[in-house]
């Protein structure tokens, strides 16, 4: 997620509940405001000891032993690295919450006391980690929700699934715990919820109905070429000319092809090929994402890399290139249903200003392989930032905020735990029975 367009973003009519009552809701806010001091403590502890995806073991210990605390049965390795948490208070709707236990490979630079050193192998070289996607204040607002519900079970029946997934990171995670019998092992939710931490003001809330995230795609292109030397550049054929020119020429597909109403993006973000300068290689590799919204959008673009990457070859009279369009995650589409529901909880909590819908991001996520069983989901955001912060960013020559993924990601973590551990809590009520 680098800077990305403000974010965020089917099943028969949801049981008649009246709208969450304001003593719950302050009661919820009340029991959060009591446990603070033990989130604070968690989170800056899985801030400072991140790890990447499918190796996050010390982390799923530490959610696997808190929620063992609080009454729920555990199940370790579910997906290689997941956890799944069970709760269950009486006959009601089966309620899944998801979040994420991995960070990234790269050094924080924030400068906080409580900053990462921690380093891990990713692709076979030494990296350090950090929690630069929000991940950590996902895990403690997910705590602070569990033990909430828990606090509060007088108030609701029905069954609790609280997931830790590994490796979202990679897009990958989610389908390793469905692949390892997630929905057939547990009880299958009849909703789904999950949130995510954004550069937005802390105690706000976003959220929207369709989809919130992208479709995406990964480009793995090798040009083929013949090599030589760099002074007879006619004894060879060139992959670098053949690899400029696709770069060049694949953005038409978003500029000429695509319908510009239609969100779609192309990027190119690896080049790697050659040795030195006087030599002309044999070959080129070229990676790159693509994202969209709409199937149809999808479809175009794909077919218009792989277009382009196999005409930019037969123009040089080159061998036809590797081509790989490697499919990743589907975007997030909301359940206008359970969105609605769920709206009006939160505009009684944080207020009409506070909690508004939003555009979808231009990121991906894999939340979408719970939706796409059938189960209908709501994936909203969170702020973290210091609304002055923000404020001082939107003036002309202002400090830009640093964005998901910005090794400079620095959410404050009171009230942004807070407020999302109590808005989880109360969405997961409001569709609990009573």
Known sequence: MKQLAAAVFAFATL????????????????????MYPWLDTVYKDLHAHPEIAFQEVRTAGKLAAEMRKLGFQVTEKVGKTGVVAVYKNGAGPTVLVRTELDGLPME???????????????????????????????????????????????????????????????????????????????????YAFALHSWPLAHGTVGYNTGAVSSNSDAIEIVFKGRGGHGSAPDKSVDPITIAARFVVDVQTVVSREKDPKEFGVVTIGAIQGGTVGNIIPDSVQVRGTIRSYSPAVRAKLLDGVRRVALAS????????????????????????????KT??????????????????????????????????????????????????AEREGGKPIAFNHSPFYAPVPEPSIKTAAQAMSLAVLNVLSR
Not at 15 to 20: D, E, F, I, R, V
């Open 15 to 34: 049981p008649a509940l009246a709208q969450l009552p304001a003593p719950l809701k302050s009661d919820v806010t009340t029991r959060l405001d009591g």
């Open 108 to 190: 924080e630079k924030t400068g906080l006391p409580y900053a990462s050193r921690a380093k891990a192998t990713s692709d076979g070289r030494e990296s350090f980690v950090t929690h630069s996607c929000g991940h950590d204040i996902h895990m403690a607002s997910w705590l602070g929700a569990a033990r909430t519900l828990v606090e509060l079970k007088a108030q609701w029946k029905g069954t609790l699934v609280f997931i830790g997934q590994p490796a979202e990171e990679t897009v990958s995670g989610a389908k390793a715990m469905l692949d390892d019998g997630l929905f057939k092992r547990f009880p299958k939710p009849d």
């Open 313 to 340: 070859s037969a123009m040089a009279g080159a061998p036809a290139p590797d081509v790989q369009l490697i499919s990743g995650g589907a975007a997030i589409v909301n359940s206008e249903a359970l969105v609605t």
């Open 343 to 392: 709206e009006a909880v939160f505009k009684d909590a944080f207020g009409d200003a506070n909690a508004q819908r939003m555009p979808a991001m231009t990121a991906s996520e894999d939340f979408s392989q719970y939706v796409n069983q059938g189960v209908p989901s709501m994936f909203f955001f969170t702020g973290v930032y210091d609304p002055k912060m923000l404020a001082d």
